[in-house]
């Protein structure tokens, strides 16, 4: 039987790790102010971010992927974002002690993310992350992306760990089913980019935390 205790933390990023939601809607504002639609707050973009372009897209210009026009419309979104990737991105209030206690107690964490890797090393290096995480796997790395487990495997691997001492912190269903798939223990982070529509409990994931700091609390508890 493979050792099951906790050995590594993976992380969403966007909604999960960063609270990126301010830069990125201000990017969406800044696309719908040049295609003569109205700027949306703050606060009704947000839920959108974890789905990210295309689930952003969808919401301001009531696209789909499937759309004419759709491919030029994301690639002027990304493009805007390249240019002003971490202005008010943050680590979400509590993470940063988080990951000292994980650095502490010697546990590793690392980040599986769909967001395109020219977006997700820049990013990380802003924030400082790099070079404190044992892998970043970001949504082209594999040619599978979550819901998919092969991005979960990879980190796993990464990280010198089973999937089983591993466990998969996010904030949508895919995230979800990909470390679940994986064999991996899973949490909702319930504190990220969830829809008034959402019902995370029937995610089938292992268990939920309300804040950060809750990733210790369940560690203890489980680890």
Known sequence: MPDSSIKTVLFDLDGTLVDTAP???A???TLLEQHGKQRQPLDVIRPYVSHGSAGMLGFGFGMSDKDPGFTALRKEFLDLYADDLCHQSRLFPGMGDVLDELEQRNLSWGVVTNKPGYL???LMDELDLTERCCCIVS???LDQRKPHP???FHAANQADAEPAQCVYVGDAPRDIEAGNRAGMQ???ALYGYLHADDKP???GAGDSIASPSGLIDWIDNHG
Do not use: F, K, Q, Y
């Open 23 to 25: 830069d990125l809607a």
């Open 27 to 29: 990017v969406l504002n």
């Open 120 to 122: 997700t090393r820049p």
């Open 139 to 141: 949504g082209d790395t």
């Open 150 to 152: 092969a991005p979960m």
């Open 186 to 188: 899973t949490l909702v």
């Open 201 to 203: 409990a029937e995610w």
